[in-house]
């Protein structure tokens, strides 16, 4: 009869631990889970101020003041400027709404007159009604997540605090914790910062740049709401695949239905030959920036990350899935 393996008293508290921690963690992480993009925020802007918390304490600044000094700084660089871009699009589709028949009438006289010229039909199982049933669902959202995003604002900024004013021991502490060799931990510090700074700073300031690009074409050729879709060709440019497409195409097609015909033209070849190769240009420009993330990673972390994340999922979800390969990566040379 074949030998009867034995499980050995040492790996059998060690599963018997391990269970314990996978369900604890459970019950402590499933009740956040709609808050836990506050805690992603704070670790992303822990890492991008840590380095200046490091100077001000240097210069003898008290860690609670140079800890409220990059709060408020971080404040007007970052959480202005996203909240300004969230509520333009928040007004913009509320308009939509409330004139959801003018803007049907308007997208389907685009469509009409697009396929005049293409010569092809696209519009056959087109339905206007469900324009309006899609935006009030979108603005009916945007109103029940206010709150979330007010608790997800103050946890970000709660956490950022005392991470901020611990910078000296949070390195450490997370050493003790985490399964790791030395060298895999300062190899996972390394990499996770390098992420972090390509999708938290980089991608960005990529689309950003892109929708700058954007909007003096639409300056240039009186294209109407210019401020609304640089705000759309901003936050389309992050996305793999779709780019700045998501907000040039509706414009030119509106400017169609406008007879603005020699203008749209101009903005349609602007484009693509200004907007869609600046892209390229400004990436080389901050390759030192930017980390090696292939294409499907973001896509992937796109569709994962605005779900779990909402607007934010933008950038937590190329980081998400990117930490999720590193981890695998390193377990597999720790353990095998």
């Not at 314990?20 to 992603?40: D, E, H, M, Q």
């Not at 200004?274 to 930017?290: A, C, E, M, P, Y």
Request: aromatic share 14%.
């Amino acid at each position: 009869m074949p030998e009867r393996q034995i499980i050995k008293p040492l790996l059998l508290r060690q599963l018997f631990t391990l269970a314990t921690i996978i369900l604890l963690a459970i019950l402590i992480f499933t009740p956040l889970r709609p808050y836990i993009s506050g805690v992603f925020g704070a670790i992303i802007m822990y890492i991008l101020t840590v380095g200046w918390m490091r100077k001000l304490v240097s210069m003898r600044w008290k860690r609670w003041a140079a800890a409220t000094f990059l709060l408020i700084v971080t404040v007007f660089i970052v959480l202005l400027p996203i909240g300004a871009i969230i509520l333009l699009l928040t007004n913009r589709v509320r308009d939509v709404m409330h004139n959801s028949d003018k803007y049907t009438y308007m997208l389907e006289s685009s469509i009409a007159r697009f396929e005049n010229y293409i010569g092809f039909d696209i519009s056959t199982k087109f339905q206007g009604s469900n324009l309006e049933g899609m935006i009030t669902s979108l603005v009916q959202g945007a109103a029940t997540n206010t709150l979330d995003f007010t608790i997800i604002i103050g946890l970000m900024y709660f956490t950022l605090y005392y991470m901020l004013i611990n910078f000296d021991t949070l390195k450490e502490s997370l050493r003790i914790y985490l399964p790791f060799s030395n060298k895999n931990f300062e190899r996972l510090s390394v990499e996770v910062t390098e992420m972090i700074k390509s999708n938290a700073i980089a991608i960005p300031l990529v689309a950003l740049m892109q929708g700058v690009v954007a909007l003096l074409g639409f300056w240039i050729f009186g294209a109407p709401n210019a401020w609304f879709w640089f705000a759309v060709t901003a936050v389309g440019s992050m996305i793999p695949f779709v780019g700045t497409a998501i907000g040039m195409l509706p414009v030119i097609l509106i400017m169609f239905s406008q007879g603005q015909n020699f203008e749209a033209i101009g903005l349609a070849i602007y484009g693509v030959a200004i907007v869609g190769s600046t892209d390229n240009v400004f990436r080389i420009v901050l390759q030192k920036s930017l980390a090696e993330i292939h294409p499907l990673i973001t896509l992937f972390g796109v569709v994962i990350g605005i779900p779990l994340f909402g607007f934010l999922g933008l950038v937590f979800g190329p980081l998400l899935v990117s930490l999720f390969l590193l981890m695998a990566k390193i377990y597999k040379e720790e353990y095998y």
